[in-house]
């Protein structure tokens, strides 16, 4: 399917802006005798959302707001694909976050350990033939369910995404609210406040591709399962 609050400066006592990658600085204000305030968006704080749909462009949004953990457990840092020739849902929201790596983590790179999802939330999901693959470094373990009569099916369905594509369609949707207010995907698909989100009664993905760094479920049933190591990735 912690944050950090920034501290309001006081007069002559504004803070000298962060160093790195992570902090922005505007500059004086030029002849009005004031100094510009200074401020800084730690990327920390992103949160981005990415919106599929089949007749209308795909949007990205980079929001700013608290940070907020899609998962909570320490990912392995080692991205995942997932496909689906088709995903019904009933009860969808979606919203930003951050997963974090276990502290030392060989996979954090220049990450700092942290990585930026898109978190999607689905109460009742059916999918048909699922295919889910890692690349372990030369070789890919290859999972594979729901190529037969009967689909894979998953409740509080939860994925925590960097990409994901398809041709969608979404009944009733909403885009904008707060991700304190969603309530079409149960509890599950509440996010914080002050996040930037979206929700739909259902949603129909025709082609899902997802590149994932976590996946969560109450109950996952997969019929006809099937786990190997494979040349090639899904």
Do not use: W
């Not at 510009?36 to 981005?48: F, I, P, W």
């Not at 496909?83 to 849902?89: H, P, Q, S």
């Amino acid at each position: 399917m912690a944050s950090s609050s920034d501290a309001t400066p006081s007069a002559g006592n504004t803070p000298e802006p962060e160093s790195g990658p992570e902090s922005v600085s505007r500059p004086e204000a030029a002849d009005t005798g004031t100094p510009a305030r200074r401020g800084r968006v730690r990327l920390r704080r992103a949160a981005v959302l990415a919106v599929p749909a089949a007749a209308v462009t795909a949007g990205l949004a980079i929001l700013t707001a608290q940070g907020a953990l899609g998962v909570q457990f320490a990912i392995s840092g080692m991205p995942f694909t997932v496909t689906a020739t088709e995903l019904d849902g009933n009860g969808f929201a979606q919203f930003g976050g951050l997963d974090n790596m276990a502290e030392g983590s060989p996979n954090a790179g220049d990450t700092g350990g942290q990585v930026l999802v898109v978190t999607s939330v689905i109460k009742e999901a059916k999918l048909t033939k699922l295919c889910q693959s890692v690349d372990l470094g030369g070789t890919n373990l290859l999972i594979t369910a729901g190529g037969g009569d009967t689909r894979v099916s998953a409740k509080d369905l939860t994925t925590d995404s960097t990409e994901l594509s398809g041709d969608a369609a979404f009944d009733n949707i909403e885009i904008g609210n707060d991700a304190s207010t969603l309530d079409k995907a149960g509890p599950k698909g509440r996010g914080p406040i002050g996040v930037f989100s979206q929700q739909a009664d259902t949603v129909h993905i025709k082609n899902l591709r997802q590149t994932n760094y976590a996946t969560t479920a109450g109950v996952f049933k997969l019929p006809g399962l099937k786990m190997r190591f494979s040349g090639s990735g899904c």
